[in-house]
């Protein structure tokens, strides 16, 4: 686990330097941005490899803030809209990885609920946009730090390529410190 641990913590500080609007003409400013939501989206298919073959990827990713997308192709329904599921899975791995990349590998995130209101058919990619404020972050971890575990909601608004809101989710997360024992004071 602990190699893991440090393919984590290093991806997120590379991801976190790199500048989300760097472009080919700056190629490697570009470069770095790319190499590293590639390998964000490879620790991911890694972990979850239901996501990698469903399309899943991060394609941003800076503190505090994740977007994530999930096609179309390979994820239809009988009707050839987006399936309802392919709407879960976008709407629900981002806050996972803010978890492991904001709140660093120690940190383990369970999803408790989540809710999905569908507004109308996707009949292409489906994007999603989730963040946390610096206090956010800063109020889960010292809630983790102190009790062992803490919680957070996001709400998530899937558009469509035309810019459509076709579904709102809602999802109730709790963050695991791993190691945690009451009555003990942190390492430095």
Request: net charge positive; charged share 20%.
């Amino acid at each position: 686990m602990a190699l893991i641990d440090h393919l984590i913590t290093a991806t997120g500080q590379w991801v976190a330097g790199a500048d989300p609007r760097a472009t080919l003409s700056h190629p490697v400013a570009w470069l770095k941005k790319t190499g590293g939501y590639a390998a964000v989206n490879r620790i991911i298919g890694l972990s979850i490899p239901f996501a990698r073959r469903n399309g899943f990827r991060v394609e941003e990713l800076r503190p505090g803030y994740v977007k994530a997308r999930i096609p179309l192709k390979g994820n239809g329904n009988h009707f050839g809209s987006l399936y309802a599921g392919a709407y879960f899975l976008v709407a629900e791995i981002p806050g996972g990885v803010l978890s492991l990349f904001d709140l660093g590998p120690a940190y383990t995130p369970i999803l408790k609920a989540m809710t999905l209101e569908f507004l109308q058919p996707a009949n292409s990619d489906v994007t999603v946009a989730f963040s946390l404020s610096p206090e956010q972050i800063a109020a889960i971890l010292a809630e983790a730090d102190e009790t062992g575990r803490a919680k957070f909601t996001l709400e998530g608004r899937l558009m469509d390529q035309d810019g459509n809101h076709v579904a709102t989710s809602i999802a109730h997360y709790r963050v695991r410190k791993r190691g945690f024992q009451a009555g003990t004071t942190p390492s430095a």
